[in-house]
């Protein structure tokens, strides 16, 4: 079982749907990121928690602690909001741990 | 100022010949780290550096694999007799504290 699990794999949306991303870990963290790759492969760290919520435009990302399991929300959702999220978490140190990923599509 | 860049941005080679990637970080970051994506794949660690040494590279998958920094700033990332399983995006990344900012990547393609 891997210590950071995403839900769901792939994720489909219509133009304006409100989306969630679910990230579970079984380790404990100093903090939680959400990252996003887009097709082109480049990578962008988006949040970094270590408690409560955060939010940045039609972004927001909560977490919890005590259930070790943090969101990641996308308000009025856009294709070009296309792309990879990943959850990764470290614990006192540099060492990322990354979740596997969600695809996510919106179409228009 | 300038991001974490990357070179070269694509390499194709034939496989059993070395290849060497190069990483220039932000300054100021004394904080490295090289991540290989394989094709549909999650990102795997493959090295750390704090300044010029490497206290962890449990993550280089095989012996082939080495990498050095210098100067605190740009490392190198080599692979000797690449192997065709070597093929992959390799993305490295630089930091001051937890949060990470990374290069565009390397895309290899081993033949």
């Known amino acids: 079982k891997n210590e950071v699990e995403q839900s769901p794999q792939n994720l489909t949306a219509q133009e304006g749907e409100f989306i969630t991303i679910n990230c579970s870990y079984s380790?404990?963290?100093?903090?939680l990121h959400w990252l996003q790759q887009h097709p082109g492969g480049g990578i962008v760290s988006l949040f970094m928690?270590?408690?409560g919520k955060k939010k940045h435009g039609r972004l927001i990302a909560t977490i919890n602690i005590q259930e070790k399991h943090s969101s990641l929300h996308i308000t009025a959702s856009h294709p070009r909001d296309s792309a990879v999220y990943i959850c990764?978490?470290?614990?006192?140190?540099?060492?990322?741990?990354f979740g596997t990923g969600t695809r996510l599509k919106v179409l228009a | 100022g300038a991001g974490v860049s990357q070179s070269p941005s694509n390499k194709v080679t034939e496989k059993g010949k070395d290849v060497e990637l190069r990483c220039d970080p932000i300054?100021?970051?004394?904080?490295l780290y090289w991540y290989r994506q394989s094709l549909g794949q999650g990102l795997e660690f493959l090295i750390y550096f704090q300044g010029n040494s490497a206290p962890d590279k449990s993550g280089l998958p095989s012996d082939r694999f080495s990498a050095e920094r210098t100067g605190g700033s740009v490392s190198t990332l080599t692979i000797q007799r690449t192997q065709q399983e070597d093929s992959a995006v390799y993305l490295c990344?630089?930091?001051?504290?937890?949060?990470?900012?990374f290069g565009p990547g390397t895309r290899l393609l081993v033949l």
């Open positions: 990764a978490v470290t614990r006192g140190t540099y060492k990322y741990i």
């Open positions: 990344a630089s930091s001051t504290e937890e949060t990470q900012y």
């Open positions: 380790v404990g963290i100093s903090a």
């Open positions: 928690l270590s408690s």
């Open positions: 300054s100021g970051h004394t904080a």
